[in-house]
Nanobody, 119 residues
Framework: QEQLVESGGGLVQTGGSLRLSCAPSGGTFSSYGMGWFRQAPGKDRELVGRIGLRNGIASYVDSVNGRFTISIDNAKTAASLQMNKLTPEDTGVYYC????????????WGQGTQVTVSS
């Protein structure tokens, strides 16, 4: 497992943008894939999107597709989640997590960062 450190949450108005970052404490990502998850109050944690750390290909759930973008730097030292056109429904605690292989569980998690979108 690798330790992940997140940053970048905060409070934003509807329609605004935020950028979250996730970095491995060991310097570079050593896993196969990375996902961003969120958990809204009273709801289960859900996968927002994921990216292959080797091919850089990202995919998203329908509710954020076209508004959120996951990227990773060429050196694989940090990943980001760019969130645009935010709505109150995007409010929650956001987590990054990594998986060792395609289809394997996400078993390394960041500490979570709060995102609050006001109406």
């Amino acid at each position: 497992q690798e330790q992940l450190v997140e940053s970048g949450g905060g409070l934003v108005q509807t329609g605004g943008s935020l950028r979250l970052s996730c970095a491995p404490s060991g310097g570079t990502f050593s896993s196969y894939g990375m996902g961003w998850f969120r958990q809204a109050p009273g709801k289960d944690r859900e996968l927002v999107g994921r990216i292959g750390l080797r091919n850089g290909i990202a995919s998203y759930v329908d509710s954020v597709n076209g508004r959120f973008t996951i990227s990773i730097d060429n050196a694989k030292t940090a990943a980001s989640l760019q969130m645009n056109k935010l709505t109150p429904e995007d409010t929650g605690v956001y987590y990054c997590a990594t998986q060792k292989a395609l289809g394997s569980p996400f078993d390394s998690w960041g500490q979570g960062t709060q995102v609050t979108v006001s109406s």
